[in-house]
């Protein structure tokens, strides 16, 4: 039996830095590649770093690891992770853990997780979120799977995670089966909205005040000092303040406006759909997302369509600068919420029993959504663990309820000018609906009623009734 204590397959960007993580971290590391060529060149390039054992083969590989082995799966979600899985079963022992750290479905986690827990193999499905940097440095890591798993990979997981400022590490048991993979899912839906908000904001900056998109990056600086210090905010400033070196425009400027996308947003929308939760700022900055993409229509509308809009009328430069500021936070408090809700339905569907304050804790450092507020988020869950929503704890209420003026001045503003803000438009609509004492929801049954004997209930009396529509009209409980 071979002396590794990890090993990794998979050696494009994120597992070659992985794998570096962990030797740095003094852990003998076995390195595979299904192309040799990548593995030796790690070795080559890094080998300084720590202990590595280079294997041409899989047979090598598992020989290189000592029992129980812990595997870390890095190739495309899908087909090829099954691949690797399936040619890595028979060279294993009962009580060996792969460790699957792609960007993986959940529903193919708990099927994979289900499917070797009969074999006797632990198998975990872990997001790990930083992109690159993170993963060489320190991400934040989300793994699920058997609690029994986590005893022999937590440590291991823990001491190259991330670590917040008090020096808890961003690493967490998050969960049975799919779950360490569902939430990093919703962190990346989260990712979304939070981007298209940033978008949003410079848009109406840049529309409202003319301004040149330096101009815009600076004020992003001042911003990333107070409340919304993040990463977003920071690398935003950073994009917003360089220049294009060969037309010496700004960068911004020469991007071809259509943002990519590889699938995690609308993840997080179909299984929100699936469980019933509002995730309305993650959606519309995933349809966003979509809309910068439909070039055809794009083109076709700017020959057909009227604006008919407003020139923007700002009375005050650094009060408009705050406004925009403030529907920023506020929308952004919304995307978390809305997110948070999503995990505890998941949670409740799937007998996971997530603990929702510890998912904050984990993204304070290392992911991409790190952000000062996380800290007040998980405050937030270890004041109520059962709190409702985010936007109902004491502070998040009189944080967002102080801005709720500007908010509401922003998005009209926005209309009336003919700028788009669907995700600033559809968190303040989701915001307003919480805190309405009635919704439309009621004329919605009548009309369900109407036409398919759907049925209604009453605000004063128990029971399910239904009118009858095309005879005498009288009610009857059904």
């Not at 870390?72 to 460790?99: E, N």
């Not at 690159?132 to 440590?155: D, K, Q, R, V």
């Not at 036409?451 to 128990?462: M, N």
Request: proline share 4%.
């Amino acid at each position: 039996m071979g002396q590794a204590q990890i090993g990794v397959t998979g050696l494009a960007v994120m597992g070659r830095n992985l794998a570096r993580n962990f030797a740095r971290h003094g852990y003998t590391v076995a390195v595979h590649n299904r192309s040799p060529e990548r593995m030796r060149s790690l070795i080559e390039e890094h080998g300084s770093e720590g202990d590595f054992i280079g294997c041409d083969s899989l047979e090598d590989f598992v020989g290189a690891l000592a029992s129980p082995r812990t595997i870390v799966v890095m190739v495309k979600a899908g087909g090829p992770t099954d691949a690797v899985i399936d040619s890595l079963i028979p060279l294993l022992d009962k009580g060996d853990i792969i460790v699957d750290a792609g960007n993986a479905h959940y529903e193919d986690t708990r099927r994979r997780e289900a499917a070797l827990r009969d074999l006797g193999l632990h198998f975990v499905g872990s997001g790990v979120s930083g992109g690159e940097e993170g993963a060489l440095n320190g991400p934040s890591i989300m793994p699920g799977g058997p609690a029994e798993s986590y005893a022999t990979l937590g440590p291991i997981l823990e001491d190259i995670a991330a670590k917040a400022e008090d020096g808890t590490p961003c690493c967490v048991h998050v969960g049975p089966d799919g779950a360490g993979h569902f939430v990093k899912m919703v962190h990346n839906g989260i990712e979304y909205a939070d981007m298209q908000l940033i978008g949003e904001a410079f848009h109406m900056l840049r529309a409202g005040l003319r301004l040149e998109p330096a101009e815009i990056a600076e004020i992003f600086r001042e911003w990333n000092e107070g409340d919304l210090e993040s990463f977003l905010i920071e690398i935003t400033s950073e994009v917003l303040a360089h220049k294009d070196p060969r037309t010496g425009k700004p960068l911004v400027d020469v991007i071809v406006d259509e943002a990519g996308q590889k699938g995690t947003g609308r993840w997080t929308v179909q299984s929100a759909l699936d469980l019933g939760v509002p995730v309305t700022g993650i959606a519309e900055a995933t349809f966003a997302r979509a809309i910068s993409s439909s070039v055809p229509q794009r083109e076709a509308a700017r020959e057909a369509l009227s604006g008919n809009a407003n020139d923007f009328h700002i009375g005050n430069r650094e009060g408009f600068i705050e406004d925009v500021r403030l529907a920023l936070y506020a929308s952004k408090v919304v995307a978390y919420a809305q997110g948070f809700d999503q995990i505890r339905a998941a949670s409740e569907e799937f007998g996971w029993d997530i603990t929702l304050g510890d998912m904050a804790k984990i993204w304070r450092e290392g992911c991409i959504i790190r952000a000062r507020f996380l800290d007040r988020i998980t405050e937030a869950f270890e004041r109520n663990p059962s709190l409702p929503s985010l936007l109902v704890d004491p502070y998040f209420a009189d944080e967002v309820s102080s801005g709720v003026s500007a908010w509401r001045r922003v998005v009209s503003q926005a209309a009336l000018a003919g700028v788009p803000v669907p995700a600033f438009g559809s968190s303040l609509s989701y915001y307003d609906a919480l805190r309405a004492e009635r919704l439309p929801a009621a004329l919605i049954q009548g009309q369900r009623d109407f036409f398919g004997a759907h049925t209604y209930q009453r605000v004063d009396v128990e029971g399910t009734f239904h009118t009858d529509w095309s005879g005498a009209r009288t009610e009857s409980e059904a």
